[in-house]
């Protein structure tokens, strides 16, 4: 079993990696766009399309990971207010619903990309690039985030620490 988790984590930390390696492409081919249509050229057609494929793998591989570090957006301001034991069950509540919202995503996730491999769909713009290689990211993405909720479901930590305001 703890090998099964260390692969898990493994996976996990790959995920965030790829999507921060992602970020800074996205980086380096705006500015290279920019930099290119200052001096008159017209930026490469690929250029602009990787950016776009790039916002969709960082967006759904960096979530879990950002799921874990409980780095993603929620608003504290209720929780804060709730006594300890009332704060328990509504993050915990929350927690339960992320789950079934991630399952649900997961599943039509996992529903589209074997249509996509059904159909042998390609997105074709500036290159053939077969569209089941996008939406691959969704049907994992989407099960990795709902294990990491399931663990503020179960687990000692919850998602929600009660304090408002920014804590650095």
Known sequence: MRALIR???ALLVLMALIAAGTLVWLMVSVVLSVAMRNVGIQPWAWLFTSAEYGILY??????PWL???RGHVHIELVTAALSPSLRRVVSRGVAIACVAVSLILAWYGLE?????VERNDYDVRAYFYPRWMLTITF??????????FARFVFG???????EAGIHE
Not at 58 to 63: C, I, V
Not at 156 to 162: C, D
């Open 139 to 148: 049907p994992i993405a989407f099960s990795f985030m709902a294990i990491e």
């Open 58 to 63: 960082m967006t759904m591989l960096g979530a």
């Open 112 to 116: 589209l990309f074997l249509t996509n």
């Open 156 to 162: 000692r930590e919850l998602m929600h620490s009660g």
């Open 67 to 69: 799921v874990r570090e």
């Open 7 to 9: 692969i898990y984590d």
